[in-house]
């Protein structure tokens, strides 16, 4: 079985505790099974990313012994390829300019998330399409229709794009492309098998679905794992986000083993390579729990 995995911090602030345990999963996941694992610096949304962050991201993963397979990609390089991706959507009338601004969408529904539920205001409107003037955003336009994604720790995951979503944002008004756009994209053109990543992006795995098949990109296996959040539900890395890890390498890398379900190293390891050379021999992906809730989640249909 071919496995090529990756890891794809955004260069908001430094590795912190969330990020390490997405990292390591991730990691650990891909080496036990002979993969490879591929590095992308996700700065495509550039008015978050802060200046000097990538590099330091890239010194705390070397620190913590992570060693990644080729050159690192970096989104902001990526304009090209995004673009070609969203013409692609548009030669299928799949995509759409959207003039609608903030205080447009003011009452618009909202879905478990807070998220608006675009309402479709500029949809198929071919005074939009063309070269257009003025600021506007581009939309993929969904279908009425459930996308079921498998998750290796969630079961399937089936959701109502049209109902829970709407149309979404590909390319920001202020020309910056989306997320959802450049993790696609980039998985396919990187030529990942396997997504590995925090539970905080599950619910934006039926969007990437959605996309990869409109682009004709195959979609790669997805295992989402447990984010770490305070007794609140809240993300840790939303106030710890500046905080760097433990000095102790190991230590850190045991705390995040651990958080992953994982079996205790019978002795605590004395350096880093001695944690990895456990770690990869006794990593169990089924060891990861699955029942952990997220307030958001309420309204998806979720089961194993
Ligand atoms: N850049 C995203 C983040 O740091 C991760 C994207 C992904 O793994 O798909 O939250
Ligand atoms: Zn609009």
């Not at 390490?20 to 590095?39: I, K, M, P």
């Not at 053109?189 to 959605?210: C, E, F, H, K, N």
Request: hydrophobic share 40%; net charge neutral.
């Amino acid at each position: 079985m071919s496995y090529r995995g990756r890891f794809a911090p955004s260069p908001t602030g430094r590795l912190h505790f969330g990020s390490l345990v997405a990292a390591l999963a991730s990691y650990a996941d891909a080496r036990s099974a002979q993969g490879e694992w591929l590095l992308r610096i996700e700065d495509v949304d550039r008015p978050r990313t802060r200046e000097g962050a990538a590099g330091l991201i890239l010194r705390d993963l070397e620190r913590l012994g992570f060693a990644w397979d080729g050159d690192v990609l970096h989104q902001s390089a990526r304009t090209d390829a995004y673009r070609a991706a969203l013409d692609a959507l548009r030669g299928r009338g799949l995509a759409y300019r959207c003039t609608c601004t903030r205080r447009d969408l003011a009452s618009a529904p909202r879905n478990a998330l807070g998220e608006t539920i675009y309402p479709g205001y500029c949809r198929p409107d071919p005074a939009h399409d063309g070269p257009g003037s003025g600021r506007a955003a581009w939309r993929a336009a969904v279908p009425a229709q459930a996308v079921t994604v498998v998750d290796r720790g969630f079961g399937s995951l089936v959701q109502d794009l049209a109902a829970d979503v709407g149309d979404f944002v590909i390319r920001r008004s202020d020309g910056w492309f989306a997320y959802q756009l450049a993790v696609v994209v980039d998985d396919a053109a990187q030529g990942i098998t396997d997504v590995v990543r925090g539970a905080d992006l599950l619910l934006s795995t039926p969007r990437q679905v959605y996309l990869q098949r409109a682009l004709g990109l195959p979609t790669p296996r997805y295992f989402h794992v447990p984010v770490a959040t305070d007794r609140h539900g809240v993300k840790l890395s939303k106030h710890l986000g500046a905080r760097a890890l433990a000095d102790d390498a190991a230590k850190a890398l045991v705390d995040a083993w651990r958080f992953l379900g994982q079996a205790e190293p019978p002795a605590p390891p004395a350096s880093v390579d001695e944690f990895w050379t456990y770690a990869l021999s006794n990593w169990r992906a089924g060891h990861v729990p699955a029942q952990f809730t997220l307030p958001a989640l309420v309204n998806q249909d979720l089961h194993r």
